[in-house]
């Protein structure tokens, strides 16, 4: 897995574009459930095409979705 720098003004959708992954893709990668985390000048992992098939932490989009236990 590579790396990169979060850009001054980038937001989730453009780092996606920038670098061709979806942002869930991001988010999960770096154990992000948030692009709040997204600050400028972050280091971040850029996932590899299959990340998702094999990563062993949660998706962070799936939690979300996930009703609250009472």
């Known amino acids: 897995m ?11 959708g453009m780092l996606s ?5 979806p942002g ?6 770096n154990g992000l459930f948030s692009e709040a985390w997204l600050l400028p000048g972050r ?5 590899d095409a299959d990340y998702c098939a094999q990563a062993q932490a949660p ?3 799936q ?3 996930e009703p609250a236990m009472s």
């Open 24 to 29: 869930c893709m991001i988010l999960r990668a």
């Open 63 to 65: 939690a979300l979705l």
């Open 17 to 21: 574009a920038r670098l061709g992954v």
């Open 2 to 12: 590579k790396t990169t720098i979060i850009r001054e003004g980038e937001t989730l």
């Open 59 to 61: 998706c962070p989009v």
């Open 43 to 47: 280091h971040i992992d850029v996932p």
